[in-house]
Nanobody, 120 residues
Framework: QVQLVEYGGALVQAGGSLRLSCAAS????????MGWFRQAPGKTRELVAG???????TYADSVKGRFTISRDNAGNTVYLQMNSLKPEDTAAYYC??????????????WGQGTQVTVSS
């Protein structure tokens, strides 16, 4: 089992910055990748950014150049630096950890979510 706790959501003005943190605990050695997803009211949850155990990153087109995902050396904490925030970035942000292999072959763990609200 993996437990995820997120920090950092807040109300911010457009153009501002926020940094989200996600701390993983439990069976962290088995995590293959971590990422941030977001879900706005009435919309499906979407991937914002991800980082693999090897450090390969991926971003949604809508956040490229504005958001940066990173992790600490131990790999147990992942960060999402969000700059030049826009009102359309308003959503609940969820941390995700993925384990690949074993049974079931893919297992996802989720944090409780943290709200980011960007005012215009």
């Amino acid at each position: 089992q993996v437990q995820l706790v997120e920090y950092g959501g807040a109300l911010v003005q457009a153009g501002g910055s926020l940094r989200l943190s996600c701390a993983a605990s439990g069976s962290v050695s088995s995590i293959n990748a971590m990422g941030w997803f977001r879900q706005a009211p009435g919309k499906t949850r979407e991937l914002v950014a991800g980082i693999t155990y090897g450090g390969i990153t991926t971003y949604a087109d809508s956040v490229k150049g504005r958001f940066t995902i990173s992790r600490d050396n131990a790999g147990n904490t992942v960060y999402l630096q969000m700059n030049s925030l826009k009102p359309e970035d308003t959503a609940a942000y969820y941390c995700n950890a993925r384990k690949v292999g074993g049974s079931p072959p893919i297992q996802d763990y989720w944090g409780q979510g943290t709200q980011v609200t960007v005012s215009s």
